[in-house]
């Protein structure tokens, strides 16, 4: 956690859950959608999975925000970059960002340079590509025997 853990869990102020978030994202947000510079108390995703599984979904509600906690079921299936990297990038750019805001025109340009960086490195872009495809299908071949 990002702040050390009271005695009683109930002390303090509630604690916000961290959004999964793509690799290059710089800045990061809660479920809720503030970032974490703005909220007094916040947990990874992965901490605040195991604390509702430890302390249940309803006591859970006494910890958390209420907002994050309602979200965290709508993202709650394995969610990380390694296993769906797709679902994250959808979640980041359906769910973490809302209308012309600040952060809508932030993922906006990093979207837009990620893009332009493949165009201006096309030869290696499709040599990285390649090498996570055939490690993946490689991997597929050895869980197959």
């Not at 710089?26 to 195991?50: H, N, P, Q």
Request: proline share 5%.
């Amino acid at each position: 956690m990002n702040h050390s853990e009271p005695v009683d869990l109930l002390d303090g102020p509630p604690r916000h859950l961290e959004r999964y978030a793509p690799p290059w994202a710089s800045d990061r947000r809660t479920i809720c959608g503030r970032t974490l510079e703005d909220v007094a108390a916040w947990v990874t995703f992965d901490e605040g999975k195991a604390l509702i599984a430890k302390h249940g979904q309803t006591r859970a509600r006494l910890l958390f925000c209420q907002t994050c906690v309602s979200q965290q079921r709508a993202v709650q299936q394995r969610l990380s970059w390694d296993s769906n990297p797709a679902l994250v990038v959808h979640d980041w750019t359906q769910r973490a960002t809302w209308g012309d805001g600040p952060a809508f025109k932030r993922t906006r340009a990093e979207l837009l340079s990620l893009a332009q960086l493949v165009e201006l490195h096309r030869g290696e872009y499709e040599a990285i590509v390649n090498a996570h495809s055939t490690d993946e299908l490689a991997a597929k071949r050895r869980a197959a025997k």
